[in-house]
């Protein structure tokens, strides 16, 4: 292989390792803390924040068998801020990625549905990918600045969102 290409490869390779270091994975177990929170916040006197979030999926295809697909939910630690150490902002920021997480299972769900159809189709399944994350940025524009504003709506939010997981668990990653 000549030194470009080689040079290139490496590169590349560097890149994503050093970028999936800023990526956390969703875990039941572990919570997410200020010190995920790594890119220099906006200058404000009120408690914001912003969580990157990332649900993607992956497909691996073969003549004529059914695709074997993976969704996975991820938090980006260096593009996502806190203005301020507020435990207000911290919990909004877990629902937010609680909430990702359950949106993640439901499209794993899809997803094992159409696999049970023996649906071959990549198509089909972008189009219900596509369909549960509009569903999902329209749930999270709608809980922006609960925990601030209303903390008992929070709580009942929070609590509903905490079940639905629980009754998706069969589609944890």
């Not at 911290?90 to 629902?95: A, D, F, G, I, S």
């Amino acid at each position: 292989m000549p030194k470009k290409y080689f040079f290139l490869a490496l590169l590349f390779c560097s890149f994503h390792i050093l970028n999936a270091q800023n990526l956390i994975a969703w875990s039941n177990d572990k919570k997410i803390t200020f010190q995920n929170f790594k890119k220099t916040p906006k200058k404000n006197k009120k408690p914001q924040g912003f969580l990157d979030s990332k649900i993607g999926w992956q497909i691996s295809e073969s003549t004529n068998s059914i695709p074997v697909l993976e969704v996975y939910n991820r938090f980006d630690e260096s593009t996502s801020w806190i203005s301020m150490k507020h435990e207000g902002i911290l919990k909004e920021m877990q629902l937010q990625f609680d909430l990702s997480e359950l949106y993640a299972r439901k499209i794993r769900k899809d997803f094992v549905l159409l696999q049970q159809k023996k649906e071959m189709n990549r198509d089909v399944y972008r189009e219900h990918f596509l369909k549960q994350m509009k569903i999902f940025q329209k749930r999270l524009k709608s809980i922006a600045g609960v925990t601030l504003n209303q903390p008992s709506l929070y709580k009942l939010i929070n609590a509903q969102v905490q079940d639905s997981i629980t009754l998706y668990k069969e589609y944890k990653f």
